[in-house]
């Protein structure tokens, strides 16, 4: 096995290649051992949610009238639905880019490796973040903010769903966002832009009951809205959901809708997928 996570010469003279699921697993050591070389990377990925339910829990701390909670609780499931849709969203949209631009993706289409592989390898990362992502904030909201752990074995598969549901929606439309921009100089500005306004309006920056309904609508239509609601029916009191715009957690349209979005984003990545960059076309 070389470097870049694909059969070596020696395995491919001999004829016996490895498959797409073992290669996969390398790969993704491969991406994870690379991204936590990166230190301001690292740095970034991890604290920028962080220091937003910082500062937010700091500024909006009263109590939510009518809820049952402080505004400060109320901003730690948000931040962690937006902490999933970073890792993933976020981060393969502009990596991806940014290998296609540096054509990484055209040397690695090249390779015997199945181009399944590649894919299982940046799973594999965003998982992992996603999951060091999470329970950093949620660490932070139940020793900060008083966030209590559900009790139940109910609301913790709730939680499982949800969150697995998120993260491969919002990693597959991360894949499909790849291809929109033009070099990967671009990237950053194209992939953020969307998701910095669908935190506006999908509950995360601002609560769901000070937003016009137009605004929530509109934000309906991604996963981001859906994530955050599931993980405050999972993480907030009862209480809470008079908060939301149908006054009701509404777990099975959340898992209807994520649902969709998994196989709406897989269709997307197979339409638009490039593996060169237009320039080589």
Known sequence: MTATGVPSRDAVG???LPGAWSLGLHRGALEIKQFFRQRDQ???????????????????????????ITASQLYVPAMMAAGIMSTSFQSLGISIAIERDERVLRRLRGTPMPPAAYFLGKIWLVLVTGVLE???????GTTLYDVELP?????????????VLGLTACALLGIAISSVPKSGKSATSVVVLP???LQFISGVYI?????????????ALFP??????????????????VLEQAGAWE???????????????????????????????
């Not at 920028?48 to 500024?59: M, Q, R, Y």
């Not at 009790?151 to 969150?163: M, P, T, Y």
């Not at 609560?207 to 934000?219: E, H, K, Q, R």
């Open 14 to 16: 001999t004829g016996r």
């Open 42 to 68: 690292v740095v970034f990925t991890f604290a920028f949610p962080v220091v937003f339910l910082f500062l937010f829990a700091s500024i909006f701390s009263d109590d939510v009238r009518g809820a049952g």
């Open 134 to 140: 999470t329970a950093i904030l949620l660490l932070l």
């Open 151 to 163: 009790s139940d074995a109910g609301r913790w598969a709730e939680f499982g769903w949800i969150f």
């Open 195 to 197: 998701f910095l306004v």
């Open 207 to 219: 609560a769901i009951d000070t937003i016009p309904d137009w605004m929530l609508n509109v934000g």
């Open 224 to 241: 981001l809205k859906w994530m955050c609601q599931g993980l405050r029916g999972v993480f907030l009191p009862e209480s809470a959901k």
């Open 251 to 281: 777990f099975g349209r959340i898992a209807l809708v994520l649902g969709a979005w998994c196989v709406g984003g897989l269709v997307l990545c197979l339409l638009t997928f490039r593996w060169t960059d237009r320039r080589d076309g």
